[in-house]
């Protein structure tokens, strides 16, 4: 499950309008939310509070298999909506598989006149982090430029242990991102290596909201009357969007570079709406909304393709969602150079609780075949999700993430099948609670 300080992160994002998916970076979010979850290791508390809509504290202890604690601060420049994890939406926290929205270009925020003068407001967010005993210190600053440029300022301090076990691993990374919705430019720079990186996202098609494709179809039905010898179209095959990036990265002080590139395919509709990023229609407009919770035209799907020339390195994942409650999703790596290869096969499947009357902010409302007048088709609450991962160097995870009363619990096991003498990896639970009241 998502982190305190990530799930404020993305709530901030959200508040601001900025679109984290439209980045090379993030190409292979969907595949890696099935085929890289990341299971507990030991056992894991984090409580964190928010007293107020800017302000929050989070506090974190590790209590196997070494006793480590951090306690970290949030500060931001706009009100966030953020809830408690009893209330929260549980898909929310949890990385999963997702059709993301249509890149469109981020809106600047409407302007702030204070007697007779412009104030010029811009959005930003502070996080800090403070690790014991080991005395290391982690921190972030993001901030909005320009409507369209985000720049953000993280860094460690890591003091080398006094018993010269540990080296230091203090760094400042900056990384600056330029988003037009069309394409967009991510510049990074590390101070430990001297590492400077350049990743470009192109997207393929035309940008609008999904309310746009839907009058289009409807609109093409309309026109003409069938004929008597005409015949019906045969469609087939997915219809979508596609997204092709690459990066370059160089470290002057290891005199070495790389190089890498991408591509994905995302079918349509986009992400389910409603969307934060779809403007909402004014209560005078005659077309109405898009449905709200929809059956897609086809399946779910996003297919990517990664190469890197320099090492050798090509990776091609397909995932899909088969059901309301089940994706899929499958993964081959290969090494032109070693010709070593490994397939990995992942699953998540969605669990909820009995049908009741009174339905949570969780629940999904699916509109049935039948006319509008009809009554739309409710679904349970969910309340747990179940995440599995094999792989042909037979290593296999299993987690399940859940709500149990107000607490968001996740449990895992990492095992290996070739192994008699410690078949079980890794063994782990996190539990976490957050309040915000």
Known sequence: MHPFASYVLRSYYKATGWNEDNLYANLTRSSSALLDFTVPHGLHFSVSKSPNALFKTTYAMTAMPSLQGSVGYIFTSCDLNVKSSGNVRFKDMIERFKVYDQPRRPEAKDEEWLAGEKVHNRDYLLYGRFFLPTGRLDALYSTRLTPTIQ???????????????????????????????????????????????VRVLHNFGKLGTSSEAVDDTSSKRSIGVKRVDEEDAVEGGLKGRVSVGAEFYFSAKERSAGVSTGIRFTTLPDATPPSFQVPTPSPSSSTPPPSSRGPPSQPPTTITALFNPMLGHMSGAYTARVSQDLALSSRFDFNV?????????????????????????????????????????????????????????????????????????????????????????????????????
């Open 151 to 197: 720049a953000s300022v993280s860094a460690i301090s890591d003091p080398p242990s006094t018993r010269g076990q540990k080296a230091d691993m203090s760094n400042v990374m900056v990384n600056v991102q330029h988003d037009v919705g069309k394409w967009s430019s991510e510049y990074t720079w590390s101070a430990e290596d001297e590492m400077w990186g």
């Open 337 to 437: 150079y070693s010709f070593e290869s490994e397939w990995t096969m992942g699953v998540e499947w969605w669990l909820r609780r009995p049908p009741t009357s009174s339905l949570s902010s969780d629940a999904e409302e699916l509109p049935s075949p039948e006319p509008a007048s009809t009554k739309q088709i409710s679904l349970p609450e969910v309340n747990g999700v179940v995440k599995a991962r094999a792989s042909t160097n037979n290593d296999v995870s299993l987690m399940w993430e859940g709500r149990l009363r107000n607490m968001l619990v996740s449990l895992g096991v990492v095992s290996d099948l070739s192994s008699r003498a410690k078949p079980i990896k890794g063994l782990g639970l996190e539990v976490a609670f957050f309040s915000s009241e």
